[in-house]
């Protein structure tokens, strides 16, 4: 969002991502025929400046309203990208032609210019660096860099920490006995916070399900081997599963949803040239990362239009 945005103002931004495809968080899985959206699920749009851009993206074929309110759940329009979760990060970022498996080591200033150095001696040179990652991966990288942020401001931006999720995909050999709308959030979320269905969403062509563990779960068990994660879930799904299971996967969110948020919408040090943006400023959602990524961007071009 924040590429785009300085795009559209005529910048040219560079964007990496050390991921094989974009998306972070909004990710989809295959597995043999069956597809799988196993990091967010939907997204809201309450805000007016966010549901404009849904809209566009509607329109475009790359999201679409999401009708089905899971019981128990906060009445809201939930979307969903098309054709799988990916489908409205790879709209924004196809004008934008990313370079994707370049996972960035090093950021260097040097009063002028950021460079940014990746994998196999690769670098990228900008006036500005904006971070995305989760906040604790921006500042590692930050750290490991040497880059010297103010301390309060530094100390302020450490306290935000994450909450872990475990993701379990599974295909059936047939449909799952989720009840309609065909996801469900649990009242009490351990272990098993989320069950759904990826064939009726629309996702997979075939039977497959994901299981999402709540936090504490995912806290007690993310470095225990794969059969000690995907067994108490898959167990704890097995009213709503009704068939039996073919492959199962289970992957570890380390920093799914932040357990408080930053003061502002972005962090900016102007005279570092450097923005830090994602859900931990604009709220731990889809909706408040675009957001922060949109204000990051304005404020990277006010800065610049003031020292120019
Ligand atoms: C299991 C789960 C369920 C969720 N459910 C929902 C939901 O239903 N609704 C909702 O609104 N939100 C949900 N969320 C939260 C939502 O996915 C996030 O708030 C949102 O996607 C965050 O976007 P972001 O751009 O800030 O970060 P991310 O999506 O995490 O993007 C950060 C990007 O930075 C890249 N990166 C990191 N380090 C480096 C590096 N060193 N070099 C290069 N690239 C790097 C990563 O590859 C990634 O692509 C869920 C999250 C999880 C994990």
Same mark, same amino acid.
């Given at each position: 969002?924040?590429?785009?945005?300085?795009?559209?103002?005529?910048?040219?931004?560079?964007?990496?991502?050390?991921?094989?495809?974009?998306?972070?968080?909004?990710?989809? *899985?295959?597995?043999?025929?069956?597809?799988?959206?196993?990091?967010?699920?939907?997204?809201?749009?309450?805000?007016?400046?966010?549901?404009? !851009?849904?809209?566009?993206?509607?329109?475009? %074929?790359?999201?679409?309203?999401?009708?089905?309110?899971?019981?128990?759940?906060?009445?809201?329009?939930?979307?969903?990208?098309?054709?799988?979760?990916?489908?409205?990060?790879?709209?924004?970022?196809?004008?934008?032609?990313?370079?994707?498996?370049?996972?960035?080591?090093?950021?260097?200033?040097? %009063?002028?210019?950021?460079?940014?150095?990746?994998?196999?001696?690769?670098?990228? *040179?900008? *006036?500005?660096?904006?971070?995305?990652?989760?906040?604790?991966?921006?500042?590692?990288?930050?750290?490991?860099?040497?880059?010297?942020?103010?301390?309060?401001?530094?100390?302020?931006?450490?306290?935000?920490?994450?909450?872990?999720?475990?993701?379990?995909?599974?295909?059936?050999?047939?449909?799952?006995?989720?009840?309609?709308?065909?996801?469900?959030?649990?009242?009490?979320?351990?272990?098993?916070?989320?069950?759904?269905?990826?064939?009726?969403?629309?996702?997979?062509?075939?039977?497959?399900?994901?299981?999402?563990?709540?936090?504490?779960?995912? !806290?007690?068990?993310?470095?225990?081997?794969?059969?000690?994660?995907?067994?108490?879930?898959?167990?704890?799904?097995?009213?709503?599963?009704?068939?039996? #299971?073919?492959?199962?996967?289970?992957?570890?969110?380390?920093?799914?949803?932040?357990?408080?948020?930053?003061?502002?919408?972005?962090?900016?040090?102007?005279?570092?040239?450097?923005?830090?943006?994602?859900?931990?400023?604009? %709220?731990?959602?889809?909706?408040?990362?675009?957001?922060?990524?949109?204000?990051?961007?304005?404020? #990277? #071009?006010? !800065?610049?239009?003031?020292?120019?």
């Amino acid at each position: 969002m924040a590429a785009r945005e300085l795009s559209l103002r005529g910048w040219t931004p560079i964007v990496m991502d050390k991921g094989r495809g974009v998306g972070g968080r909004m990710a989809t *899985r295959r597995m043999g025929a069956a597809r799988v959206d196993h990091g967010a699920q939907y997204f809201t749009a309450r805000d007016p400046r966010f549901r404009s !851009h849904l809209e566009a993206w509607c329109a475009r %074929g790359a999201a679409r309203i999401r009708q089905d309110a899971a019981p128990g759940t906060i009445p809201a329009i939930r979307y969903i990208g098309l054709p799988t979760m990916t489908g409205v990060a790879k709209n924004l970022a196809a004008p934008l032609s990313p370079h994707l498996k370049r996972r960035a080591l090093r950021v260097d200033f040097d %009063g002028d210019t950021w460079t940014v150095s990746c994998e196999e001696n690769e670098s990228y *040179r900008a *006036r500005w660096l904006l971070l995305t990652p989760p906040l604790p991966q921006a500042l590692a990288l930050l750290d490991a860099s040497g880059v010297p942020l103010p301390t309060a401001d530094r100390g302020e931006l450490g306290r935000i920490t994450y909450e872990k999720c475990l993701a379990v995909m599974a295909t059936l050999t047939g449909p799952s006995r989720l009840p309609e709308p065909g996801w469900l959030r649990l009242e009490d979320p351990e272990p098993l916070a989320l069950v759904a269905d990826n064939q009726r969403k629309g996702v997979s062509p075939v039977p497959a399900v994901t299981l999402h563990s709540g936090p504490e779960f995912a !806290h007690d068990r993310y470095d225990a081997p794969a059969d000690e994660k995907i067994a108490p879930l898959v167990a704890a799904a097995e009213p709503y599963i009704g068939a039996s #299971i073919g492959e199962v996967q289970v992957h570890g969110w380390r920093f799914a949803k932040p357990k408080s948020l930053f003061a502002s919408d972005h962090y900016c040090h102007s005279p570092l040239q450097l923005a830090l943006a994602g859900d931990a400023f604009g %709220g731990g959602r889809v909706e408040g990362a675009a957001l922060s990524g949109i204000a990051a961007a304005e404020v #990277i #071009i006010q !800065h610049s239009r003031a020292s120019s």
